[in-house]
T-cell receptor
Framework: GAGVSQSPSNKVTEKGKDVELRCDPISGHTALYWYRQSLGQGLEFLIYFQGNSAPDKSGLPSDRFSAERTGGSVSTLTIQRTQQEDSAVYLC???????????FGPGTRLTVL | ELKVEQNPLFLSMQEGKNYTIYCNYSTTSDRLYWYRQDPGKSLESLFVLLSNGAVKQEGRLMASLDTKARLSTLHITAAVHDLSATYFCAVHSLKAAGNKLTFGGGTRVLVKP
């Protein structure tokens, strides 16, 4: 079946602009995660959604970052007023439930000029 | 705070020889994962280890878990060029870190002929 998909695959933006990154999880997966992979910081957790529960936002680096998950499926990660340090690959993952294996999408490479 | 450390960070291998990557973590774990990442690609799941003494093997790769020592190893037998990639371990510990994965820093493997 279809895996986790993300769009766009690449995004180049100017400092100060807002960007939206999209994640389509595997159908039926109730848990959805966002991670960030950057050279200096490795792989970092950003935010986690589980069903209708309040999301775990403990990994969001600043209030410029937000995410939502509509209808328990698609998720959008929004970065406002982008900074150069936001440049990274943003990975989305989903799983049947929080204790099951996470499957990762191909990522969105964000470059902030 | 859960910390996950991998070593070495870089491993230059000769084809046909055996090597081991180590993953240490700081608190109790529920599950330990090994992932492979090729350049520019996402994370591919290799193994999920659940309990003390667990051992899993796939081809030339074998992973083991010692929960008492808080150590997992990824052993590569008779390395071949196709195994060149970056390998990550990741720990899921509900008690220590909630439902997110905490990743090691990765081990970049380069297999030379």
């Amino acid at each position: 079946g279809a895996g986790v998909s993300q769009s766009p695959s690449n995004k180049v933006t100017e400092k100060g602009k807002d960007v939206e990154l999209r994640c389509d999880p595997i159908s039926g997966h109730t848990a959805l995660y966002w991670y960030r992979q950057s050279l200096g910081q490795g792989l970092e957790f950003l935010i986690y959604f589980q069903g209708n529960s309040a999301p775990d936002k403990s990994g969001l680096p600043s209030d410029r970052f937000s995410a939502e998950r509509t209808g328990g499926s698609v998720s959008t990660l929004t970065i406002q007023r982008t900074q150069q340090e936001d440049s990274a690959v943003y990975l989305c993952a989903s799983s049947w439930n929080p204790t099951n294996e996470q499957f990762f999408g191909p990522g969105t490479r964000l470059t902030v000029l | 705070e859960l910390k996950v450390e991998q070593n070495p960070l870089f491993l230059s291998m000769q084809e046909g020889k055996n090597y081991t990557i180590y993953c240490n973590y700081s608190t109790t774990s529920d599950r330990l994962y090994w992932y492979r990442q090729d350049p520019g690609k996402s994370l591919e799941s290799l193994f999920v280890l659940l309990s003390n003494g667990a051992v899993k093997q796939e081809g030339r790769l074998m992973a083991s878990l010692d929960t008492k020592a808080r150590l997992s190893t990824l052993h590569i037998t008779a390395a071949v060029h196709d195994l060149s990639a970056t390998y990550f371990c990741a720990v899921h510990s509900l008690k220590a870190a909630g439902n997110k994965l905490t990743f090691g820093g990765g081990t970049r493997v380069l297999v030379k002929p």
